[in-house]
């Protein structure tokens, strides 16, 4: 129903910048919360960056806020994640998730996602 395709991951020095990409097939996108999630290892896939389907809301986990910032495009049904400030402790598969468009229009739980891409690695070297 929902395909979801991640890109623009890769090695960055510390305070170096990349852009994350996701593709979204599906004619239902515009109505649809996306966010960016991550996971390293031995840990849970935690919320980065959600925007609402609109555009006019948004959210930002504690750790990125000034230095990631979430945009979607819903005429080429894509949304990215600009990375500025890379730091170690940002070294993760980042995910991009799309809402199950029930209930309010953000969630924190990886549950309340329906759909998901492969993931793209980022990994930020000193």
């Known amino acids: 129903q929902v395909q979801l395709v991640e890109s623009g991951g890769g090695l960055v020095q510390a305070g170096g910048s990349l852009r994350l990409s996701c593709a979204a097939s599906?004619?239902?996108?515009?109505?649809?919360?996306m966010a960016w999630f991550r996971q390293v290892p031995g840990k849970e896939r935690d919320i980065v960056a959600a925007?609402?389907?609109?555009?006019?809301?948004?959210y930002y986990a504690e750790a990125v806020k000034g230095r990631f910032t979430i945009s979607r495009d819903n005429a080429k049904n894509t949304v990215n994640l600009q990375m500025n400030s890379l730091k170690l402790e940002d070294t993760a598969v980042y995910y991009c998730?799309?809402?199950?468009?029930?209930?309010?229009?953000?969630?924190?739980?990886?549950?309340?996602?329906?759909?998901w891409g492969q993931g793209t690695q980022v990994t930020v070297s000193s």
């Open positions: 925007i609402s389907g609109n555009g006019g809301m948004i």
């Open positions: 599906g004619r239902t996108f515009s109505s649809r919360t």
């Open positions: 998730g799309a809402h199950s468009g029930r209930g309010a229009w953000y969630s924190r739980s990886r549950n309340d996602y329906d759909y």
